[in-house]
């Protein structure tokens, strides 16, 4: 999968994150809950390796139940504050704001120690379209920071102040400077963390159809009305293209049409709930017609 990976504003976007650092007292950092492996920036553990961390495994709702336990079990194993959310949902904002403020609090008393009261400063990081804006214009209350729904909206750091003893940093969504795994780049594309413009949609959507038959193949199966076991990704996309009575003039099937259906049904949510990358690492691809 042949992808414009770092974009030239990508380097400007690091040099201003660790330009900032002496501001931050903690990082937040937001992981889509599909893709916790995919969407966590390796940079970002030497970057903020001196800083107080959090991670939120936000589009919990999009993802396994099952699996997202396991990450955040996981995080917090490895002595990170972590737990699930959804940015689009109130339902989690005050345990969000008390795990970051717990994340901050030995700093806290140090300062009321001294007579001053602390202002927790929190830098809020992840790749392109995580949803960190979305996360701080819900736990500020109010739209506050600019929100998209495509990668790439926030190019410069903004503060939103939640509290008078709480302030976030929205920030650009960072990328590394190599992908060189071909699995976990699916998995962004998937997602649409990547750009579906830069993209061959047609062959993005036979691979995700393809992965989907062998996580979910009932939810699949049902969802557009094929029998899906079995089949490669290029005979389920024309499939759905049947299903669907996607067809060109002269009765071809319109499977650009279908694969642009599948992959936004998938990121709403509506094929099925799973989370792409498992805590425990499969030993190798399945990679049977089409790649997973």
Partial sequence: MLIQWYPGHMAKARRMLAENLKLIDVVVELVDARAPRATRNPDFDDLFSTKQRVILLNKSDLASPAETKAWVD???????????????????R?????????????????MREKGIAK????MVVGIPNVGKSTFINRIAGASRAQVGDKPGVTRAKQWV????????????????????????????AYIGSIKDDIMDVERLAEALLFTLSELCPAELAARYKLAAPGMTGEALLLAVSQSRGFLLPGGEAD??????IV?????????????LDPVLEPSEDSGNGAAQ
């Fill in 119 to 122: 202002v927790v400063r929190a």
């Fill in 263 to 275: 992959l936004d049904e998938y990121r709403a949510g509506k094929i099925a709930h799973v989370t």
């Fill in 94 to 110: 005050k345990a969000a704001v008390a795990l970051i403020e717990n994340a901050a609090a030995e700093k806290v008393r140090r």
């Fill in 74 to 92: 996981h995080y917090r194993a490895a002595g990170i504050g972590a737990m699930d959310f959804v940015a689009t949902n109130s339902a989690k």
């Fill in 161 to 188: 102040k939640i509290s008078p003893y709480l302030e976030l940093m929205d920030t650009p969504g960072l990328l590394w400077p190599k992908l060189e795994d071909d699995r976990l780049a699916r998995h962004l």
């Fill in 255 to 260: 499977t650009e049409r279908a694969a642009r």
